[in-house]
């Protein structure tokens, strides 16, 4: 909500709306009757996505606001918004994952308006989907702090997760350089 007050006051109505045009899609006419927990819920228990998932998607959504700095998430656009990034981060991070439609039945939009979404996200994101592992353990340090304030919840499989990765790309990098030279 800071974040929201802070762009309304440093910027000014033709910066607005500028970037209000590029990101309209993801504004809803109706605000949907389910809270922002009720659908995470519902997304978690359909998707089965894992935890590296949502961090991901967090990521993306900051990347997101950050690219788009007129935006402003709020009731209309946050369900959408959610469903796109939740989306796309499972199929860059998950080897398996549903169809389109299959998510788009899950967030409650057609298959062809989450088509437009991430068709959408992906260009206003620049294709920049990449996240790497110091920033994927500062986000899940980062979650870890604001979930521990209200239970003490740890994110422990998804740093196993990016120890795994961490892992994986030394032994790349070792392999490469075996690679090199042998050739």
Avoid at 90 to 117: H, P, W
Avoid at 131 to 159: A, D, K, M, P, W
Wanted: charged share 25%.
């Amino acid at each position: 909500m800071a974040r929201n007050q802070r762009i309304s006051k440093n910027c000014s109505p033709w910066y607005l709306s500028k970037d209000m045009k590029k990101t309209r899609i993801f504004e809803c006419h109706e605000t949907p009757d389910m809270t922002i927990q009720s659908y995470l819920e519902r997304i978690f228990r359909y998707t089965r996505a894992g935890p590296s998932v949502y961090v991901v998607a967090y990521v993306y959504i900051d990347r997101f606001c950050q690219n788009n700095p007129g935006f402003r998430i709020n009731v209309t656009n946050v369900h959408r918004l959610l469903i796109t990034t939740i989306m796309v981060a499972s199929k860059y991070v998950e080897d398996m994952n549903y169809r389109n439609s299959y998510f788009a039945r899950v967030g409650g939009l057609t298959t062809n308006e989450l088509n437009k979404l991430e068709l959408e996200f992906l260009f206003l994101m620049g294709f920049k989907l990449h996240v790497n592992v110091s920033v994927f353990e500062s986000y899940c340090c980062h979650l870890e702090r604001e979930v521990g304030i209200g239970g003490g919840y740890q994110i422990e499989s998804t740093l196993r997760c990016a120890e795994e990765i961490k892992t994986r790309q030394d032994e790349d990098r070792r392999y490469n350089q075996f690679a090199g030279v042998l050739l």
